[in-house]
């Protein structure tokens, strides 16, 4: 498969980004700066510089063409104030979504958060981290022209990953380290009976493989 990348230099994108290259995928990976694509490379991406804050939808949609999978994992990082959860959690994800349906690239995963939701009262920034993101949810699960899956990990930890998780529509909050979060994104991607499925991840007893099967189709 070809894969693009939203957020391409993120902690869990690179980690995304070795695993599909390392099985023989195509990856392509957005990123804002050109002095990140070394890191992209190395990971065997390839590196398309563009910024979602300012792209138009039919500049994304030109690097999407010809994908057969969309990746959502970019995020404004916790030092970043709420203006940037809007135009990057919120408003680039919702750009990327319709630049997908544009192109053509019907499977789309998202990497969102444990409690995202566009109701959630407060006005402390990750208030408007959690607002931010339940409206960039709510948008992916509108477009009838994606196949989406909408994935909201719980704690993210830098833990070596064992590769035993719980995936199900509610877990409970807890950890769960970021080279689970990636191993389960690639299985997303191979696992199409997924879609339309919003799903909690946090570390468990099940093998990857295992937990996206058992919730496929359901």
Do not use: C
Not at 84 to 99: E, I, S, W, Y
Not at 182 to 200: F, Y
Not at 201 to 218: C, E, H, R, Y
């Amino acid at each position: 498969m070809r894969i693009v990348i939203a957020g391409g230099h993120g902690q869990i994108a690179l980690r995304l980004e070795a695993l599909l290259a390392a099985r023989g995928d195509e990856v392509a990976g957005i990123i804002r700066k050109a002095e990140q694509g070394d890191a992209l490379r190395a990971a065997g991406a390839e590196p398309v510089v563009l910024d979602l804050e300012s792209a138009t939808v039919e500049e994304v949609a030109a690097r999407l063409q010809g994908a057969d999978a969309a990746v959502f994992a970019a995020g404004a990082g916790p030092g970043s104030g709420t203006a940037r959860k809007d135009t990057v959690d919120k408003g680039a994800a919702v750009l990327f979504a319709d630049a997908a349906v544009r192109a053509g690239v019907r499977r789309f995963v998202i990497v969102s958060s444990m409690g995202a939701d566009a109701g959630h009262e407060g006005d402390e920034i990750f208030d408007v981290y959690l607002r931010a993101k339940g409206a960039a949810d709510d948008h992916v699960r509108g477009q009838e022209g994606l196949d989406w899956t909408v994935l909201r990990p719980g704690q993210l930890t830098d833990d070596a990953g064992n590769g035993l998780v719980r995936l199900e529509a509610r877990t409970g909050r807890g950890p769960i380290p970021r080279d689970d979060v990636a191993a389960v994104l690639a299985e997303l991607l191979d696992t199409p009976a997924t879609t339309g499925l919003t799903l909690e991840l946090i570390s468990g007893s099940a093998p990857v493989t295992v937990a996206v099967k058992s919730v496929a189709g359901n």
